[in-house]
């Protein structure tokens, strides 16, 4: 047998018991009906986890009117979708019009007409169907967008780990890094999640560096040096400009994640908070996982000794607030490094010559030879 849908709920809020009767004598067949006689009872059933689908409504009530409880509703963002139709004795044009100015989407006069009542609640209620079917199909597309574009950031972000022979899961790592230091420091889930995803694309300048000096022997050249300091601009210039926030915040990591709080950075030396906050925040968990993490050419660095780095750097590289949000999120940080440890640790022999050739020249993130190039043996 196919399942019912279960009865949709109307409310029905009158001072008076004997209007509430007939209304709810009047629509008890076809809908599940609640009541409410004052404007305190009605607003917290509507602010319920089971709010109604629709709402009858008295204006003349002792305590809160109904046009002051329909002006609470519809300032609510959660709950101003709900049709409200003022069933009300006040039945001049001048009253009308008030009510449906204040948001209501009907305006019924007492005494009622039962098939009007029915009438006018069906069609409300279709009407609302297909407003919550519409939007559900807006958020579902936007979602699917939004999915779209949060994956094209992810895989051209592993185009430039790629690039530069990064290994495993550098950048789910420290996009994961980057999202829960945001939240330790105060900012919102919504934020922390636009970090996250955006995160991915912070070295994607890379792919613009040639390969004879991103993978050069030995040391750089001064000129060298100032080709390899633009991947953040052509990290920020294949971005490019967007009205988008995700786009928009992908290139402002792209471009500033290698600023220094003490503005001996680049490309811009931007100082303290001038650099943005989400390129202070992916600098400080692009660095944590580089320290942390183990390579076939090199041991990773205990958590302690990086975090006596960061202690060091504090005001130097880093912003010294995030240095006391990447503490506060640490727990959590060192359980997405375990969920997410890579699982192949040993490159192909092509890939650890590159490597090793790469490590013994200056890192051009600037972490110190002691930490960055510490070797270990196949």
């Known amino acids: 047998m196919p399942t019912l849908l279960p009865k949709q709920c109307i409310l029905v809020v009158d001072d008076s018991p004997e209007n509430i009767d007939l209304l709810s004598e009047v629509l008890r067949d076809d809908y599940r009906v609640r009541v409410a006689t004052s404007g305190e009872k009605a607003l917290k059933i509507v602010y319920s986890d089971e709010p109604p689908d629709l709402i009858l409504l008295d204006i003349m009530m002792p305590g809160l009117s109904g046009l002051e409880i329909c002006r609470?509703?519809?300032?609510?963002?959660?709950?101003?979708?709900?049709?409200?139709?003022?069933?009300?004795?006040?039945s001049s044009t001048e009253d009308e019009q008030r009510g449906l100015e204040t948001g209501a989407v009907d305006y019924i006069t007492k005494p009622i007409s039962p098939p009007i009542v029915r009438a006018r609640v069906r069609t409300h209620l279709a009407l609302y169907d297909q407003s919550r079917e519409l939007e559900h199909m807006v958020r579902q597309r936007t979602f699917e967008l939004l999915n779209t574009r949060q994956q094209i950031i992810r895989r051209l972000g592993r185009a430039a780990e790629f690039k530069d022979n990064e290994t495993g899961n550098h950048v789910l790592r420290m996009s994961h890094y980057a999202r829960l230091i945001a939240l330790a420091h105060g900012l919102g889930e919504e934020a922390a999640d636009i970090i996250f995803n955006t995160a991915p694309m912070h070295d994607i300048g890379k792919i613009g560096i040639p390969d004879a000096i991103l993978l050069k022997p030995g040391k750089l050249d001064a000129a060298e040096w100032d080709v390899m300091h633009r991947h953040p601009i052509m990290g920020a210039e294949i971005i490019g400009k967007h009205d988008n926030e995700l786009l928009e915040t992908a290139r402002i990591i792209a471009l500033t994640h290698h600023e220094k709080w003490d503005g001996s950075g680049y490309p811009k030396g931007l100082k303290g908070e001038a650099i943005p906050l989400e390129g202070r925040i992916v600098a400080i968990a692009d660095v944590f996982d580089a320290l942390v993490s183990v390579r076939p050419y090199k041991a990773a660095v205990p958590v302690d000794t990086a975090l006596q780095y960061f202690d060091e750097q504090a005001g130097r590289h880093f912003d010294p607030s995030l240095i006391v949000a990447l503490k506060k999120a640490l727990p959590e940080i060192l359980r997405i490094k375990e969920i997410y440890a890579d699982e192949n640790g040993a490159l192909t022999d092509l890939e650890f010559q590159i490597k090793e050739i790469y490590d013994h020249k200056d890192d051009p993130t600037g972490y110190p030879a002691n930490i960055s190039s510490t070797e270990t043996s196949e």
């Open 72 to 90: 609470r509703l519809k300032a609510n963002p959660d709950r101003r979708r709900i049709p409200i139709i003022f069933v009300t004795a006040m």
